[in-house]
């Protein structure tokens, strides 16, 4: 299975930007879909940006023009650039390797530990 390690959390200004990197070890297939997601301190899960095997992206409208989500096959990489953070985008954000099926994302079952955002005002 695959195994993905979040990195490049940090504490930001509102207005600044942050690149999160996503490692991927284990058994990856170019054909896998991969995603980030978020969980703000007292709320749910919230799916935040998807990337198809064919680099086909899908965000959340909250992030929409702000995120940007990447991957790097040959380095099973996986990348969310955010810029113009906002405070309501602090979180920890988590990559996720998984699959479609039609439109919907379905994750793998390993996750990571996450990495923490954190943006003040």
């Known amino acids: 299975q695959v195994q993905p390690v979040e990195s490049g959390g940090g504490v930001v200004q509102a207005g600044e930007s942050l690149r999160l990197s996503c490692t991927l070890s284990?058994?990856?297939?170019?054909?896998?879909?991969a995603a980030w997601y978020r969980q703000a301190a007292g709320r749910q899960r919230e799916l935040v940006a998807t990337?198809?095997?064919?680099?086909?992206?899908n965000y959340a409208d909250s992030v929409k023009g702000r995120f940007t989500i990447s991957r790097d096959n040959a380095a099973n990489m996986v990348y969310l650039q955010m810029n113009n953070l906002k405070p309501e985008d602090t979180a920890v954000y988590y990559c996720?390797?998984?699959?479609?099926?039609?439109?919907?994302?379905?994750?793998?079952?390993?996750w990571g530990q996450g990495t923490q955002v954190t943006v003040s005002s």
């Open positions: 284990g058994n990856i297939s170019p054909l896998n879909a």
């Open positions: 990337i198809n095997s064919g680099s086909k992206t």
């Open positions: 996720t390797v998984g699959s479609f099926m039609g439109t919907t994302y379905y994750p793998s079952a390993r």
